[in-house]
């Protein structure tokens, strides 16, 4: 008898044991919130890659060229990031870019010179206010810590790429999206050609696109949404 009490002793432990991970593993489960912004930067990352490659390959300006490969090595460093967390998370991401933030790399393809630098300074700057202020809002609404961290530690990339875009846009004369009073992007930005991470890509907090990186949505993106749209 004491020896049957002893076994149901240790599988009452057992059982106590398992408690907490099971619980965790509810806890685990991401906000739509959550979900859209890691989607949402994702893309970004993609297009950023891609169309940091572009201007490597068909930039004229050096300060192009430059740029590109700065958001090729940081855009890929946050993507593997994302992936992690997601996983974590058994969140599915999308393979591809979205449909705006595919228009803005096609159309990058078929431009060279200096009509190419312009064009891609103001995809990416439109993208990449997407993407900061999808960023913005993963760190005000979203519930998950692990994904909120890791908009936290994406927010200072994407707005020294920003920063950098806006000093190179003055060299070459495009226009700059205009910004808030803190000097971060805000909605209502002067550009208008569509950025990786068009307005389709799912932003935390409901806005369209991140553009985790517009060109990176989460959207964050495109050249920079999700969400988040481009860096």
Do not use: C
């Amino acid at each position: 008898m004491l020896g049957l009490k002893r076994l149901g002793l240790l599988a009452t432990l057992v059982v106590v044991g398992l408690a907490p991970a099971t619980a965790a593993q509810a806890a685990a489960q991401p906000s739509t919130q959550d979900t859209q912004y890691l989607q949402a930067l994702h893309q970004v990352n993609l297009t950023e890659i891609e169309t940091g490659n572009l201007a490597q390959q068909k930039g004229q300006n050096q300060q192009v060229k430059d740029l590109g490969a700065q958001f090729v090595t940081d855009h890929t460093q946050l993507d593997q990031t994302v992936q992690s967390t997601a996983q974590q998370l058994n969140v599915q991401l999308p393979n591809a870019p979205n449909a705006d933030q595919q228009q803005v790399v096609d159309r990058l393809k078929n431009l060279s010179g200096a009509e190419f630098d312009k064009a891609w300074v103001t995809a990416e700057l439109a993208g990449h206010v997407q993407a900061i202020q999808a960023t913005q809002t993963e760190i005000s609404q979203g519930s998950e810590q692990s994904v909120v961290q890791l908009a936290q530690n994406a927010l200072p990339v994407l707005q020294a790429h920003y920063d950098a875009l806006v000093a190179l846009a003055q060299t070459l004369g495009v226009p700059v999206p205009q910004t808030s009073a803190s000097g971060t992007p805000s909605p209502g930005g002067s550009a208008t050609t569509p950025a990786p991470g068009g307005t389709e890509s799912p932003t935390p907090g409901g806005t369209e696109s991140p553009t985790p990186g517009g060109t990176e949505s989460p959207a964050p993106g495109g050249t920079e949404s999700p969400a988040p749209s481009a860096s």
